[in-house]
């Protein structure tokens, strides 16, 4: 069965440094996605992409975060200057298209100290 | 996005139908109901979706009242590895502006031996 696939699973970060999450999504999605859940919260989106660009952002995603498709397969979430509050695990979702179901990978752990 | 309650915690016997409630009495016409659910911090799962009609599939089935404003999702058997947090959400489709889900905090079902 296809699935969505994040590296690292866990990475750890020192405040101020720019981590880069990497995703595949499954091969013929055309909608890409971010969430994060930060622990013991619930699951927040941050973002959506739609061919090449976002589509939707959360006020969560400010200019601190971008989003990337560098390649026909990947799919990429930069934080560049993390703080202590962007310790949180952060899920990477793809879809065919905006009305169906979203297929979650299973999430890097980014710890920052 | 219409928003929903749910109860915070179930317990079901393993084997046995759980029936997991959702009251979303605010949804509006072009609004459908979907249900994911969470296998302790794992990617959200996709498990079913509706408008107004019932629907049913391998995992579960989703029973939408007739004035749509709560629907049940029913695992028919479960199993220990249904215990998670299920998630009932509501969200336009087609609104062509991404596919943010709400997640609340949902249900957390503990499936019981």
């Known amino acids: 069965e296809p699935e969505v696939t994040q590296t690292p699973s866990h990475q750890v970060t020192q405040m101020g440094q720019e981590v880069i999450l990497r995703c595949v999504p499954i091969?013929?999605?055309?909608?890409f996605y971010w969430y994060r859940q930060i622990l013991g919260q619930k699951v927040e989106f941050l973002v959506s992409?739609?061919?090449?660009?976002?589509?939707?952002k959360s006020e969560i995603f400010d200019d601190q975060f971008s989003v990337e498709r560098p390649d026909g397969s990947n799919f990429t979430l930069k934080i560049r200057s993390t703080k202590l509050e962007d310790s949180a695990m952060y899920f990477c979702?793809?879809?065919?298209?905006?009305?169906?179901?979203?297929?979650f990978g299973q999430g890097t752990r980014l710890t920052v100290v | 996005d219409a928003k929903t309650t749910q109860p915070p915690s179930m317990d079901c016997a393993e084997g046995r139908a759980a029936n997991l409630p959702c009251n979303h009495s605010?949804?509006?016409?072009?609004?459908?109901v979907y249900w994911y659910r969470q296998i302790h911090s794992q990617g959200p799962q996709y498990i079913i979706h509706?408008?107004?009609n019932n629907e049913t599939n391998e995992m579960a089935s989703l029973i939408i009242t007739e004035d749509r404003k709560s629907s049940t999702l029913i695992l028919p058997h479960a199993t220990l590895r249904d215990t998670a947090v299920y998630y009932c959400i509501v969200r336009v489709v087609g609104s062509n502006s991404g596919y943010a889900l709400n997640f609340g905090k949902g249900t957390s079902l503990l499936v019981t031996p």
């Open positions: 509706g408008l107004k």
């Open positions: 992409f739609y061919n090449n660009e976002i589509s939707e």
């Open positions: 605010t949804i509006s016409g072009n609004e459908y």
């Open positions: 091969s013929n999605h055309l909608y």
């Open positions: 979702a793809s879809s065919r298209t905006e009305n169906v179901e979203a297929f």
